[in-house]
């Protein structure tokens, strides 16, 4: 019986030993990330927000905020998540998704005819308030489409062209309206990336490092669903995450939390 039971405890022994080596590795791996970490004991707060969706790409951003613990913020648009079985189920996951906060970014998109939609400021706030019954939304907090403006506490900030009064009139209901400080261009067709990682890396800490942004260490990234329409491990929005980690006085934070003053 004795001679029988012993190829079993040999592989039991040989799979404790592989636990135990497999786990000395895990301090190695974490305290060479840190030794790799630009050191600054001043914090900056990234706040990555994303418009459109749900679009194809949203189920790639859902899996890689899943998989990086990472706070966003995504503003949906209430005709795209009624548009398909497929385009809603996309959406309930950014619903489930503990790391992910949804906001208003109308119901319609103005169906692109801007100058129009905000002729009527009545209707923009007709339009914003249809998207907050139709995705039960908790938060009081819109991005106009098409429209880079700012509208929280006693600052407000416009880009030049239509929008303002609409802007105005959503402020006095109760909406803060959140801008960019930097966008990720995507191109058109195919809704690739424009700027590269790197470049875009670049862009977020010089102007985290300038304080050229609407509020001082804070950045407001604008980025669109459709350019991650490939899978996660391969996706450019896990690269630049990994990028901006290396910053260890880098927080990501859901937009909600941005300082109104």
């Not at 030794?35 to 900056?44: C, M, P």
């Not at 990234?46 to 503003?75: M, Q, W």
């Not at 195919?190 to 950045?219: C, W, Y």
Request: proline share 3%.
């Amino acid at each position: 019986m004795k001679r029988n039971n012993l190829p079993n405890r040999f592989l039991f022994l040989r799979l404790a030993l592989l636990c135990i080596v497999a786990v000395s590795f895990i301090p190695k791996a974490r305290e060479n990330r840190a030794s790799s970490n630009h050191v600054s004991t001043s914090l900056k707060y990234i706040y990555l927000t994303f418009d459109d969706g749900p679009l194809n790409g949203s189920e790639n951003i859902d899996s890689i905020i899943l998989a990086e613990r990472l706070k966003i913020s995504v503003f949906i648009i209430g005709e795209h998540a009624e548009e398909s079985k497929r385009l809603g189920k996309y959406y309930k996951l950014y619903e489930q998704n503990p790391f992910v906060e949804v906001y208003n970014h109308t119901y319609t998109h103005a169906n692109d005819k801007y100058v129009l939609f905000y002729s009527n400021p009545s209707n923009v706030l007709a339009d914003i308030q249809k998207n907050e019954r139709l995705l039960d939304l908790h938060y009081k907090i819109v991005r106009l489409p098409g429209r880079n403006i700012w509208r929280i506490g006693n600052r407000k900030k416009d880009d030049g062209v239509e929008g303002s009064s609409a802007a105005d009139l959503l402020a006095t209901n109760g909406y803060k309206l959140y801008g960019w400080d930097i966008e990720w261009q995507h191109h058109s067709q195919g809704g690739a990336p424009v700027q590269s990682v790197d470049l875009m890396a670049k862009e977020i800490e010089s102007r985290l490092e300038s304080g050229n942004t609407f509020t001082k260490g804070h950045i407001v990234v604008l980025i669109h669903d459709e350019m991650f329409q490939k899978k996660w491990e391969k996706s450019e929005l896990r690269q630049l995450i990994n990028i901006l980690r290396t910053h260890d006085n880098y927080i990501f934070e859901h937009i909600r939390f941005y300082p109104d003053e």
